[in-house]
């Protein structure tokens, strides 16, 4: 599973082996401020990289 999250720290805290930066706690997937096409890219490029993780092997901690 790849979880996509603005908390990436807690996200690690639950054991969570793909984790990919969201936008922000309230709009995890865009940016409001930004024009309509922008965000449209953005949410796509954050999408994309949790289908990499997905398609990935779960990383493996040193610790």
Same mark, same amino acid.
């Given at each position: 599973?790849?979880?996509?999250?603005?908390?990436?720290?807690?996200?690690?805290? !639950? &054991? $969570?082996? +793909?984790?990919?930066? &969201?936008? &922000?706690? !309230?709009?995890? *997937? &865009?940016? $409001?401020? *930004? #024009? #309509?096409?922008?965000? +449209?890219?953005? +949410?796509?490029?954050?999408?994309?990289?949790? *289908?990499?993780? *997905?398609?990935?092997? #779960?990383?493996?901690?040193? $610790?």
């Amino acid at each position: 599973m790849a979880q996509i999250t603005a908390m990436t720290a807690v996200a690690e805290a !639950v &054991g $969570s082996n +793909r984790i990919v930066q &969201g936008q &922000g706690i !309230v709009n995890l *997937l &865009g940016d $409001s401020d *930004l #024009p #309509p096409e922008e965000e +449209r890219e953005l +949410r796509k490029q954050i999408v994309r990289k949790a *289908l990499v993780a *997905l398609a990935t092997g #779960p990383v493996q901690s040193d $610790s």
